[in-house]
Every structure is written in structure tokens, then in C-alpha cells.
């Protein structure tokens, strides 16, 4: 038995934590703080076919000293998740994995949904967390842009009983604008070629087929005050929609492309700082639901390249946990609400039954960003000063002891 002793509660009750072991060890835990392990239902672990970004070796270490034990996996792979003998494919590729890691990392997988795959996502219905749909195009060539096939996944998905997760940009605007911004070539130019209307015009259409349809939607990484307004609208009108903020879209604006330059360039994009405040606020009113790391490592040889090729995306499982208790620590955020957001919401929304995994705290720490488990080899919050650190990962019996 591994005995946890006299660790605190967010509320402050001074508890112990027993975990099955055959060794025995006793944990002085005085001064930290147990939280529900981090699920992060957003990630990108590459699996397979971009296996030289992350793999689920590494992907699997960088959860952990994120605190992280449940992690949901998207499907714009190589090949993309589009049948249900692929899914099965993945998952064996994935445990495979996760085996020679030695970390028995929780796993749920999205299906993605593709115009001619769509009798697939029925086969899918019990070995599938729910059906990502790519409204834009992003990283891979996965992409919804007709409005029958986006007609007949809400139908199916609603009759199947399936969430539905959408990457809410709408194609045929992102199309128009980038004739606008052809030749164009700072990395700042993505924001305004991916602006808010491109979110929103996707986000709208999308509720309307959660309206029509009945279906559940769960909306990705929202980034903007006028998504919000739309989601709040929706969930006031009592209509089954959840939504994910990111740690980037929380603590970056469109400030860091100085700094970070093609690092910074990700789908959808950095926005204004006025964003950031809109995203707390909907936090403290419960429109924002969940957070999700979308952890999307791209080299930094793809990252270097000019504006145009450089890839979309950054890694952020292992620091989504930090960064929220330094808010914390900046009064923008209760712990409670961290729980709610890394935890407790997404365990409600995709039913997921209550697995005994623990993330062990010392608030008080204070270290910089250092380095990354991740296999890309790097982190857009490198040499950030945090405080707030997890220092014991549970999951499923196993302690495992991290260093900062
Ligand atoms: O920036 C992004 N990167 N957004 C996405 O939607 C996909 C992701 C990736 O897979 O690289
Ligand atoms: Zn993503």
C-alpha cells in the first residue's frame, strides 16, 4: 500500500490517499493538494502515420506530468480515422504503445467523419467516445464542407445517440479570405485570414443543426467573445451544447507571434487580448464546460517554415494543469473551477464513470518551464515562471512521482 498522508482538499479537509501497491510506502502530504486526475478530451498523439511528431510513448509521459490519466484522441491522422476497421487498426497500434511505455494511459477516440464514410460512423457507436467533424480544414486533409453530408452526420449522430465535436471554421469562408491573403507571408496574417467570423459563421450553423437534429454537439476549442455569446444563447435555449477553451486561446493573444513567430501559428488562431477576458468570463458563467489541451506537436524544422507552410498547432498537455493553477495564483480562475474545467464536466458530458485516478499538487511551487516529454522537443510556454505544479500523478493504482 502507497499512503498519501494528511494531503488537503481544494476545500481545505486534510485527508489520506491509500492506493494498492505491493510496496509499502508512506507520502508525507503535508502542504500539497489531491485534485480528480486532468481528462483532457482534446489531443492529437499522431498515432499513426506522423509518429515522428509524438507517438504514444511520449504522448503518454507528457500526460502524466500534466497530471493528466484520460486523454481523447482525434482522428486527422495518416490515414485519418474514417472506418470502423481503422479505428479497431488504431486502437491496437495504440495499445501496442502505450505497452512498451509502461503507462496504462486511459484512452477514448474520436471518429472522424468523412462524406463518403458516412454508414461508417453507426459501426462506431460503442467503440467511439463521439464523431469529430472538421467544418474547416486543418492539419490533414479531413474536412466537412457540404451541407448535405454536415445534414446527414447531426441525423445520424442524433439517432445513434453520438456526440458530435466540431472544429468550427467554415471552409468556404476560410477559402475566400485566403485569396485575400495570398503572398502575405507574417504568421500574424493567420489570425486576421481565420478571423472571428470565420468561427462564428461555423459555430452558428452548427447549433442550428443541434436545434434541428436534437443532436449533441460539443464545440472545440472556442476562442472568441462571439462564439460565446452564440453558446450561451443555446445553452439558455436549453439545447444539448457544450464547449473547450484551450490553455493557448486562455494565456496567448495575438501578442505572441512576436515572440513565438511560426510556434504561435495554430487552428483556429491566437485573437485579440479582449478574447482571453471574454473566455475567463464565460468560464465563471459556465458557458465554457471543458478544457482541452489540443495537443498537436509539429517539428521545429515544420514550425521554422514560412508562412503558408508552416503546420498549425502546439503541444500543451503537459502545462494546461500549470498554467491554470498559476491563474489561480493570479486570481482569474477557483480551484473548483479547474476541476470543473479538467475534470468534472468532461466526465458528465461523454458519461465517463468515475475511475479513482489523482492528480497530487504543491500549489506553492514556483519553477520555470523547462523542458518537454513531448517528441517534438519543445513548448510554446518554455521559461514561463508557474506556480502551481503537479508532484504525484495517480493513475489506476500506480503513483507515479514527477520532476519539475
Ligand atoms: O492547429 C491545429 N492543429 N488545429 C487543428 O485543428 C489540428 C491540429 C493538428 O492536428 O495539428
Ligand atoms: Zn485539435
Not at 462524406?115 to 486533409?141: Q, R
Amino acid at each position: 500500500m502507497i499512503r498519501i498522508q494528511g494531503v488537503s482538499t481544494i476545500q481545505g479537509k486534510i485527508t489520506n490517499l491509500s492506493i494498492q501497491s505491493d510496496e509499502e510506502t508512506i507520502i508525507d502530504g503535508a502542504g500539497l493538494t489531491i485534485m480528480p486526475a486532468v481528462i483532457d478530451p482534446h489531443v492529437h498523439f499522431r498515432t499513426p502515420g506522423m509518429e515522428y511528431k509524438e507517438d504514444w510513448r511520449t504522448g503518454a509521459k507528457a500526460a502524466i506530468r500534466g497530471g493528466c490519466t484520460t486523454v481523447f484522441d482525434m482522428p486527422n491522422t495518416k490515414p485519418p480515422t474514417i472506418t470502423a476497421n481503422l479505428l479497431h487498426e488504431k486502437k491496437a497500434i495504440i495499445d501496442r504503445q502505450l505497452n512498451e511505455a509502461a503507462i496504462p494511459l486511459r484512452y477514448q477516440l474520436f471518429f472522424g467523419a468523412d462524406k463518403h464514410h458516412l454508414a461508417e460512423i453507426a459501426k462506431t457507436k460503442t467503440a467511439a467516445i463521439g464523431i469529430k467533424v472538421f467544418m474547416g480544414c486543418s492539419t490533414g486533409n479531413l474536412v466537412i464542407d457540404d451541407d448535405e453530408s454536415l445534414h446527414a452526420v447531426f441525423s445520424i449522430a442524433a439517432k445513434e445517440n453520438m456526440i458530435v465535436a466540431v472544429h468550427a471554421e467554415d471552409e468556404h469562408l476560410i477559402r475566400e479570405r485566403k485569396a485575400t491573403y495570398s503572398g502575405e507571408n507574417s504568421y500574424a496574417a493567420h489570425s486576421h485570414l481565420r478571423n472571428v467570423e470565420v468561427a462564428t459563421r461555423a459555430v452558428e450553423k452548427a447549433i442550428g443543426l443541434a436545434r434541428q437534429y436534437g443532436t449533441r454537439l460539443y464545440i472545440l476549442h472556442v476562442s472568441s467573445a462571439e462564439e460565446i455569446a452564440l453558446i450561451k444563447a443555446a445553452k439558455q435555449e436549453k439545447l444539448p451544447v457544450f464547449a473547450e477553451t484551450t490553455p493557448h486561446h486562455l494565456f496567448f493573444d495575438t501578442s505572441a507571434y512576436g515572440r513565438l513567430a511560426g510556434k504561435a501559428v495554430v487552428n483556429p488562431p491566437l485573437r485579440d487580448e479582449k478574447h482571453r477576458e471574454a473566455l475567463f468570463t464565460a468560464i465563471h458563467e459556465k458557458v465554457i464546460d471543458t478544457i482541452g489541451s489540443d495537443h498537436a506537436p509539429h517539428t521545429l524544422e515544420e514550425k521554422a517554415q514560412p508562412y503558408g507552410e508552416c503546420p498549425s498547432g502546439m503541444p500543451g498537455i503537459e502545462f494546461m494543469l500549470p498554467l491554470l493553477l498559476n491563474a489561480y495564483h493570479a486570481g482569474l480562475i477557483t480551484l473548483p473551477e479547474v476541476v470543473s474545467l479538467t475534470s468534472q464536466r468532461a466526465r458528465e458530458i461523454f458519461a465517463i464513470t468515475n475511475e479513482n485516478d489523482w492528480v497530487i499538487v504543491d500549489l506553492n511551487k514556483k519553477a520555470k518551464v523547462s523542458s518537454t516529454q513531448s517528441k517534438c522537443g519543445w513548448t510554446p510556454y518554455q521559461d514561463l515562471m508557474l506556480q502551481g505544479w503537479p508532484v504525484y500523478t495517480v493513475l489506476k493504482n500506480t503513483c507515479y512521482k514527477l520532476f519539475v
